[in-house]
């Protein structure tokens, strides 16, 4: 939305279409996880019927979501201010990659694995 300024105030990088973007892009990657975790599953005890890996993926969902914006908020408490390595450009542009999406990920892994994994 622009003011009479021309700002536009929706595109600032703390603003709430910013967590919603992040939200629904997590969410496709969390769906992503759960279809494949419920059709590798070969498992004979666990026999679930279709209603069950419904709640699964939905728990998932919902699991990895809530994961990866914990991630992302301990990711903005616990990210370095500056990045030393000595490894060269190779292990910097690993650090800086880290810190960009990588505890947004562990989160959204271990998030949708708990809860499809609670439900089955």
């Known amino acids: 939305m622009e003011n ?8 600032e990088p703390g603003g709430t279409s910013s967590i919603y973007k992040a939200a629904i892009g997590w969410g496709i ?3 992503v996880i759960v279809f494949v975790l419920l059709s590798n599953n070969r498992t004979p ?17 919902i699991g990895g979501i809530t994961g990866a914006m914990l991630g992302d908020a ?7 201010d500056m990045m030393f390595t000595s490894g060269g450009f190779g292990a910097l542009l690993k650090t ?7 505890p947004q990920s562990i989160g ?13």
């Open 74 to 80: 301990i990711r903005r408490f616990a990210k370095p």
């Open 4 to 11: 009479f300024e021309g700002h536009n105030h929706s595109e």
């Open 45 to 61: 005890e666990i026999a679930a019927g279709m209603g069950l890996k419904l709640l699964a993926t939905i728990t998932g969902l």
């Open 96 to 102: 800086k990659l880290f810190w960009m999406i990588g």
């Open 108 to 120: 959204v892994f271990l998030g949708t694995a708990l809860g499809a994994g609670l439900v089955l």
């Open 29 to 31: 990657v969390s769906l």
